[in-house]
Protein backbone atom coordinates (compact mmCIF):
# COMPACT_ATOMS: atom_id res chain seq x y z
CA UNK A 1 0.00 0.00 0.00
CA UNK A 2 1.43 3.12 -0.67
CA UNK A 3 1.23 6.37 1.72
CA UNK A 4 -1.30 7.73 -0.34
CA UNK A 5 -3.31 5.14 0.38
CA UNK A 6 -2.22 4.66 3.80
CA UNK A 7 -2.94 8.27 4.60
CA UNK A 8 -6.39 8.48 2.59
CA UNK A 9 -7.00 5.21 4.41
CA UNK A 10 -6.28 6.31 7.95
CA UNK A 11 -8.37 9.91 6.96
CA UNK A 12 -11.08 8.10 6.19
CA UNK A 13 -11.45 6.69 9.24
CA UNK A 14 -11.37 9.26 11.47
CA UNK A 15 -13.52 11.54 9.23
CA UNK A 16 -15.92 8.53 9.74
CA UNK A 17 -15.45 8.76 13.40
CA UNK A 18 -15.73 12.47 13.88
CA UNK A 19 -18.98 14.98 13.50
CA UNK A 20 -20.15 17.38 10.61
CA UNK A 21 -17.90 20.43 11.09
CA UNK A 22 -15.74 19.26 13.06
CA UNK A 23 -11.51 20.50 12.19
CA UNK A 24 -9.42 17.60 11.04
CA UNK A 25 -5.57 18.19 12.28
CA UNK A 26 -3.90 20.65 10.04
CA UNK A 27 -1.54 19.57 6.94
CA UNK A 28 1.99 19.86 8.83
CA UNK A 29 0.65 17.95 11.75
CA UNK A 30 -0.22 15.35 9.76
CA UNK A 31 2.70 15.51 7.81
CA UNK A 32 4.77 14.85 10.60
CA UNK A 33 2.50 12.15 11.96
CA UNK A 34 2.81 9.99 9.45
CA UNK A 35 6.45 10.95 7.93
CA UNK A 36 5.77 12.15 4.65
CA UNK A 37 5.84 15.45 3.02
CA UNK A 38 3.34 18.29 3.64
CA UNK A 39 2.88 18.03 0.04
CA UNK A 40 1.53 14.44 0.00
CA UNK A 41 -0.85 14.85 2.43
CA UNK A 42 -1.96 17.96 0.64
CA UNK A 43 -2.88 16.10 -2.46
CA UNK A 44 -4.64 13.42 -0.03
CA UNK A 45 -6.70 16.33 1.53
CA UNK A 46 -7.59 17.54 -1.85
CA UNK A 47 -9.21 14.10 -3.15
CA UNK A 48 -11.25 14.09 -0.03
CA UNK A 49 -12.55 17.62 0.00
CA UNK A 50 -13.18 16.93 -4.55
CA UNK A 51 -15.32 13.54 -3.17
CA UNK A 52 -17.22 15.62 -0.05
CA UNK A 53 -15.75 14.10 2.71
CA UNK A 54 -14.63 17.44 3.35
CA UNK A 55 -14.59 21.09 3.54
CA UNK A 56 -11.60 23.13 3.05
CA UNK A 57 -11.78 27.00 4.07
CA UNK A 58 -8.47 28.95 3.03
CA UNK A 59 -6.32 30.19 5.71
CA UNK A 60 -8.59 27.88 8.75
CA UNK A 61 -8.33 24.67 7.68
CA UNK A 62 -10.82 21.12 6.61
CA UNK A 63 -13.80 20.13 8.04
CA UNK A 64 -15.68 17.18 7.89
CA UNK A 65 -18.47 17.73 5.70
CA UNK A 66 -22.07 17.99 6.64
CA UNK A 67 -23.61 16.31 3.16
CA UNK A 68 -20.90 13.86 1.75
CA UNK A 69 -21.30 13.58 -2.18
CA UNK A 70 -22.01 10.16 -3.52
CA UNK A 71 -19.97 7.63 -2.74
CA UNK A 72 -17.79 5.36 -5.39
CA UNK A 73 -18.38 2.50 -5.76
CA UNK A 74 -16.16 -0.84 -6.75
CA UNK A 75 -18.38 -3.62 -8.69
CA UNK A 76 -16.85 -7.15 -8.41
CA UNK A 77 -17.70 -9.35 -10.81
CA UNK A 78 -18.72 -12.56 -9.95
CA UNK A 79 -19.26 -15.79 -12.58
CA UNK A 80 -22.15 -16.62 -10.70
CA UNK A 81 -24.05 -16.45 -6.99
CA UNK A 82 -23.02 -20.21 -6.23
CA UNK A 83 -20.41 -22.25 -5.75
CA UNK A 84 -17.57 -19.17 -5.52
CA UNK A 85 -14.08 -21.26 -4.53
CA UNK A 86 -12.78 -20.21 -1.13
CA UNK A 87 -10.09 -17.72 -2.45
CA UNK A 88 -12.56 -15.89 -4.00
CA UNK A 89 -14.88 -15.46 -1.12
CA UNK A 90 -11.56 -14.21 0.66
CA UNK A 91 -10.92 -11.84 -2.02
CA UNK A 92 -14.38 -10.57 -1.21
CA UNK A 93 -13.74 -10.10 2.52
CA UNK A 94 -10.95 -8.40 2.06
CA UNK A 95 -12.11 -6.19 -0.70
CA UNK A 96 -15.23 -4.81 1.11
CA UNK A 97 -13.60 -4.48 4.38
CA UNK A 98 -10.81 -1.98 2.11
CA UNK A 99 -13.44 -0.53 0.51
CA UNK A 100 -15.54 0.21 3.99
CA UNK A 101 -12.39 1.79 5.13
CA UNK A 102 -11.46 3.82 2.38
CA UNK A 103 -15.07 5.26 2.03
CA UNK A 104 -16.63 3.17 -0.64
CA UNK A 105 -19.25 0.93 -1.54
CA UNK A 106 -18.96 -2.40 -2.99
CA UNK A 107 -21.60 -3.84 -5.68
CA UNK A 108 -21.40 -8.04 -6.29
CA UNK A 109 -22.67 -8.87 -9.54
CA UNK A 110 -23.27 -12.38 -10.95
CA UNK A 111 -22.68 -12.15 -14.43
CA UNK A 112 -24.02 -15.64 -15.88
CA UNK A 113 -27.34 -17.32 -14.39
CA UNK A 114 -25.84 -20.81 -14.99
CA UNK A 115 -22.36 -20.34 -14.21
CA UNK A 116 -21.09 -20.24 -17.69
CA UNK A 117 -18.90 -18.13 -19.94
CA UNK A 118 -20.62 -18.61 -22.72
CA UNK A 119 -23.75 -17.03 -21.24
CA UNK A 120 -22.96 -14.45 -20.27
CA UNK A 121 -25.89 -11.58 -18.80
CA UNK A 122 -25.51 -8.70 -20.10
CA UNK A 123 -28.39 -6.90 -18.82
CA UNK A 124 -26.30 -7.29 -15.56
CA UNK A 125 -23.62 -5.07 -16.31
CA UNK A 126 -25.24 -2.25 -18.34
CA UNK A 127 -24.97 0.47 -15.80
CA UNK A 128 -21.34 -0.04 -16.30
CA UNK A 129 -19.53 3.39 -17.77
CA UNK A 130 -17.30 5.45 -17.70
CA UNK A 131 -16.86 5.87 -14.02
CA UNK A 132 -17.16 2.83 -13.12
CA UNK A 133 -14.70 0.68 -11.03
CA UNK A 134 -14.60 -2.79 -11.93
CA UNK A 135 -12.28 -6.04 -10.88
CA UNK A 136 -12.62 -8.87 -12.85
CA UNK A 137 -11.14 -12.41 -11.30
CA UNK A 138 -9.20 -14.70 -14.10
CA UNK A 139 -9.91 -15.60 -17.49
CA UNK A 140 -13.29 -16.59 -16.72
CA UNK A 141 -14.34 -12.70 -17.75
CA UNK A 142 -12.46 -12.57 -21.05
CA UNK A 143 -16.13 -11.99 -23.13
CA UNK A 144 -16.74 -9.51 -21.43
CA UNK A 145 -13.35 -7.59 -21.93
CA UNK A 146 -14.34 -6.02 -24.92
CA UNK A 147 -17.17 -4.14 -23.54
CA UNK A 148 -15.62 -3.26 -20.22
CA UNK A 149 -13.39 -1.32 -22.93
CA UNK A 150 -15.61 0.02 -24.98
CA UNK A 151 -17.93 1.55 -21.97
CA UNK A 152 -14.23 2.72 -20.79
CA UNK A 153 -14.60 1.00 -17.42
CA UNK A 154 -11.82 1.61 -14.86
CA UNK A 155 -11.02 -2.18 -14.84
CA UNK A 156 -8.27 -4.14 -12.86
CA UNK A 157 -7.95 -7.89 -13.42
CA UNK A 158 -6.94 -10.60 -10.87
CA UNK A 159 -4.85 -12.94 -12.30
CA UNK A 160 -3.82 -12.03 -15.88
CA UNK A 161 -1.86 -15.28 -16.11
CA UNK A 162 -4.67 -16.75 -16.08
CA UNK A 163 -5.68 -15.68 -19.76
CA UNK A 164 -3.41 -18.66 -21.43
CA UNK A 165 -6.72 -20.02 -21.64
CA UNK A 166 -8.50 -17.55 -23.10
CA UNK A 167 -8.46 -16.46 -26.81
CA UNK A 168 -6.10 -13.69 -28.21
CA UNK A 169 -7.48 -10.20 -26.85
CA UNK A 170 -6.05 -6.96 -26.48
CA UNK A 171 -8.86 -5.33 -24.60
CA UNK A 172 -6.78 -5.71 -21.32
CA UNK A 173 -4.21 -3.58 -22.79
CA UNK A 174 -5.47 -0.31 -20.57
CA UNK A 175 -6.72 -2.70 -17.74
CA UNK A 176 -4.91 -2.63 -14.23
CA UNK A 177 -3.28 -6.02 -13.47
CA UNK A 178 -3.04 -7.94 -9.93
CA UNK A 179 -0.98 -10.91 -10.14
CA UNK A 180 -0.77 -13.81 -8.14
CA UNK A 181 2.22 -15.86 -8.38
CA UNK A 182 0.45 -19.30 -8.77
CA UNK A 183 3.87 -20.47 -10.17
CA UNK A 184 6.04 -19.50 -7.74
CA UNK A 185 3.67 -21.52 -5.32
CA UNK A 186 3.88 -24.69 -7.45
CA UNK A 187 7.63 -24.73 -8.39
CA UNK A 188 8.39 -24.29 -4.65
CA UNK A 189 5.62 -27.50 -3.60
CA UNK A 190 7.71 -29.17 -6.78
CA UNK A 191 11.18 -28.42 -5.14
CA UNK A 192 10.59 -28.99 -2.03
CA UNK A 193 9.60 -32.70 -3.26
CA UNK A 194 12.58 -33.02 -5.54
CA UNK A 195 14.85 -31.81 -2.86
CA UNK A 196 13.79 -34.31 -0.73
CA UNK A 197 14.84 -37.12 -3.25
CA UNK A 198 11.30 -37.39 -4.92
CA UNK A 199 11.27 -38.15 -8.87
CA UNK A 200 7.77 -39.48 -9.36
CA UNK A 201 5.75 -36.78 -8.38
CA UNK A 202 2.04 -37.11 -9.21
CA UNK A 203 -1.03 -33.89 -8.85
CA UNK A 204 -4.17 -34.33 -7.23
CA UNK A 205 -7.50 -31.98 -6.85
CA UNK A 206 -10.82 -32.09 -7.28
CA UNK A 207 -12.27 -32.36 -11.12
CA UNK A 208 -11.90 -28.52 -11.93
CA UNK A 209 -8.32 -27.96 -11.28
CA UNK A 210 -7.55 -30.08 -14.16
CA UNK A 211 -8.47 -27.37 -16.34
CA UNK A 212 -6.50 -24.45 -13.80
CA UNK A 213 -3.09 -22.88 -13.56
CA UNK A 214 -2.16 -24.60 -11.23
CA UNK A 215 -2.25 -27.49 -13.17
CA UNK A 216 -0.91 -26.32 -16.02
CA UNK A 217 2.14 -25.51 -13.64
CA UNK A 218 2.66 -28.86 -12.93
CA UNK A 219 2.92 -30.24 -16.12
CA UNK A 220 6.06 -27.02 -16.85
CA UNK A 221 7.48 -28.32 -14.02
CA UNK A 222 7.23 -31.66 -15.70
CA UNK A 223 8.21 -30.53 -18.78
CA UNK A 224 11.34 -28.41 -17.65
CA UNK A 225 12.52 -31.36 -15.77
CA UNK A 226 12.00 -34.03 -18.66
CA UNK A 227 9.82 -36.03 -15.81
CA UNK A 228 6.75 -37.74 -16.19
CA UNK A 229 3.93 -37.22 -14.52
CA UNK A 230 0.18 -38.48 -13.10
CA UNK A 231 -3.15 -36.15 -13.04
CA UNK A 232 -6.02 -37.50 -11.00
CA UNK A 233 -9.00 -35.76 -10.79
CA UNK A 234 -11.44 -36.20 -8.38
CA UNK A 235 -15.45 -35.68 -8.42
CA UNK A 236 -16.46 -32.24 -7.39
CA UNK A 237 -17.88 -32.50 -3.69
CA UNK A 238 -14.82 -35.38 -3.18
CA UNK A 239 -11.45 -34.77 -1.61
CA UNK A 240 -10.62 -38.00 -0.07
CA UNK A 241 -8.47 -40.23 -2.36
CA UNK A 242 -10.24 -43.82 -2.92
CA UNK A 243 -8.28 -47.11 -3.15
CA UNK A 244 -8.86 -46.94 -7.08
CA UNK A 245 -7.09 -43.14 -7.10
CA UNK A 246 -4.41 -44.64 -4.35
CA UNK A 247 -3.90 -48.18 -6.80
CA UNK A 248 -2.98 -45.13 -9.63
CA UNK A 249 -0.42 -44.03 -7.43
CA UNK A 250 1.03 -47.13 -6.74
CA UNK A 251 1.04 -48.03 -10.74
CA UNK A 252 2.68 -44.63 -10.94
CA UNK A 253 5.06 -45.97 -8.41
CA UNK A 254 4.32 -42.13 -6.90
CA UNK A 255 7.24 -40.92 -4.03
CA UNK A 256 5.50 -37.68 -3.77
CA UNK A 257 2.02 -35.79 -4.54
CA UNK A 258 1.17 -32.23 -4.93
CA UNK A 259 -2.75 -31.41 -3.74
CA UNK A 260 -4.52 -28.64 -5.05
CA UNK A 261 -6.74 -27.28 -2.05
CA UNK A 262 -8.37 -24.68 -4.40
CA UNK A 263 -12.25 -26.48 -4.53
CA UNK A 264 -11.97 -27.32 -0.62
CA UNK A 265 -13.90 -24.17 0.98
CA UNK A 266 -12.80 -25.75 4.54
CA UNK A 267 -11.39 -28.83 6.37
CA UNK A 268 -10.94 -29.86 9.92
CA UNK A 269 -9.75 -32.76 11.80
CA UNK A 270 -6.88 -34.85 12.75
CA UNK A 271 -4.36 -33.95 10.10
CA UNK A 272 -4.18 -33.59 6.54
CA UNK A 273 -3.01 -37.11 5.39
CA UNK A 274 -5.62 -39.47 7.07
CA UNK A 275 -8.30 -36.88 6.22
CA UNK A 276 -7.07 -36.98 2.63
CA UNK A 277 -6.04 -40.30 2.70
CA UNK A 278 -2.46 -40.06 1.89
CA UNK A 279 -0.03 -42.84 2.91
CA UNK A 280 2.65 -42.32 5.39
CA UNK A 281 5.42 -43.28 2.89
CA UNK A 282 4.30 -40.58 -0.12
CA UNK A 283 6.06 -36.76 0.75
CA UNK A 284 2.72 -34.30 0.24
CA UNK A 285 2.88 -30.51 -0.58
CA UNK A 286 -0.70 -28.73 -1.06
CA UNK A 287 -0.91 -25.61 -2.78
CA UNK A 288 -4.00 -23.03 -2.65
CA UNK A 289 -4.17 -23.79 0.47
CA UNK A 290 -6.98 -22.69 2.67
CA UNK A 291 -6.58 -20.45 6.10
CA UNK A 292 -9.68 -22.05 6.87
CA UNK A 293 -8.88 -25.46 7.11
CA UNK A 294 -7.29 -26.25 11.24
CA UNK A 295 -5.95 -29.76 12.24
CA UNK A 296 -5.51 -31.04 15.70
CA UNK A 297 -2.35 -32.97 15.38
CA UNK A 298 -0.96 -31.59 12.32
CA UNK A 299 -0.62 -28.96 10.01
CA UNK A 300 0.83 -30.23 6.04
CA UNK A 301 3.50 -27.83 4.01
CA UNK A 302 1.62 -25.92 2.04
CA UNK A 303 1.58 -22.71 -0.20
CA UNK A 304 -1.61 -20.04 -0.51
CA UNK A 305 -2.90 -17.12 -1.79
CA UNK A 306 -3.80 -14.93 0.76
CA UNK A 307 -7.13 -14.21 -0.90
CA UNK A 308 -8.03 -10.93 1.56
CA UNK A 309 -4.99 -8.99 0.63
CA UNK A 310 -5.69 -9.28 -2.98
CA UNK A 311 -9.22 -8.08 -2.42
CA UNK A 312 -7.38 -5.48 0.16
CA UNK A 313 -4.35 -4.58 -3.10
CA UNK A 314 -7.28 -4.63 -5.83
CA UNK A 315 -9.64 -2.25 -4.05
CA UNK A 316 -6.20 0.23 -3.12
CA UNK A 317 -5.28 -0.49 -6.59
CA UNK A 318 -8.03 1.15 -8.17
CA UNK A 319 -8.23 4.15 -6.23
CA UNK A 320 -5.24 5.07 -6.44
CA UNK A 321 -5.50 8.53 -8.43
CA UNK A 322 -1.45 7.45 -9.46
CA UNK A 323 -3.54 4.40 -11.34
CA UNK A 324 -0.58 1.87 -11.09
CA UNK A 325 -0.77 -0.47 -14.03
CA UNK A 326 0.98 -3.89 -12.05
CA UNK A 327 1.75 -5.29 -9.05
CA UNK A 328 2.88 -8.99 -8.25
CA UNK A 329 1.68 -10.34 -5.14
CA UNK A 330 3.90 -13.63 -3.38
CA UNK A 331 1.91 -16.79 -2.07
CA UNK A 332 2.59 -17.69 1.93
CA UNK A 333 3.84 -20.46 3.02
CA UNK A 334 2.97 -22.75 5.93
CA UNK A 335 5.93 -25.68 6.94
CA UNK A 336 4.56 -29.11 7.96
CA UNK A 337 3.86 -28.47 12.36
CA UNK A 338 2.19 -29.87 15.06
CA UNK A 339 -0.43 -27.89 15.90
CA UNK A 340 -3.13 -27.66 18.22
CA UNK A 341 -5.18 -24.77 16.35
CA UNK A 342 -8.66 -26.48 17.03
CA UNK A 343 -10.35 -28.94 19.80
CA UNK A 344 -13.24 -29.79 18.30
CA UNK A 345 -14.76 -33.11 15.90
CA UNK A 346 -14.27 -33.05 12.35
CA UNK A 347 -15.96 -30.97 9.96
CA UNK A 348 -16.16 -30.61 6.57
CA UNK A 349 -17.38 -28.60 4.11
CA UNK A 350 -16.56 -28.24 0.29
CA UNK A 351 -18.01 -26.32 -2.44
Known amino acids: ?25 NELHLAEYFGVSRMTVNKVIT ?3 KEGFLNRKRGIGSFVARKRASRKIVTILLPSAMNLPAELQHIISGAAETARKMGVGIELIAVSPDNSKDHIDFSAIEHLSEESLVVAVSNWFYRIFPFLRERKCRTLLIDRQLLQFAPEDDSIRDFQILDCNVQEMVH ?14 AF ?18 LEQRKMSGCLMAM ?9 EELDSIRRFNADGLIYDASYVRSLSGS ?26 DKTPSAGMINGFKVGENAVSMLLDPAKPMYRLLSPEYIPESDTLKLKQNINFELM
Open 1 to 25: MTHHEEIRKELLEQISAMRPGERIP
Open 47 to 49: ELA
Open 188 to 201: TAFQRLYDSGCRRI
Open 204 to 221: CGVKPVLQSITCHFYELE
Open 235 to 243: ENGKFRLTA
Open 271 to 296: DFRSIINIPESLKCEVVRFNPQMNFL
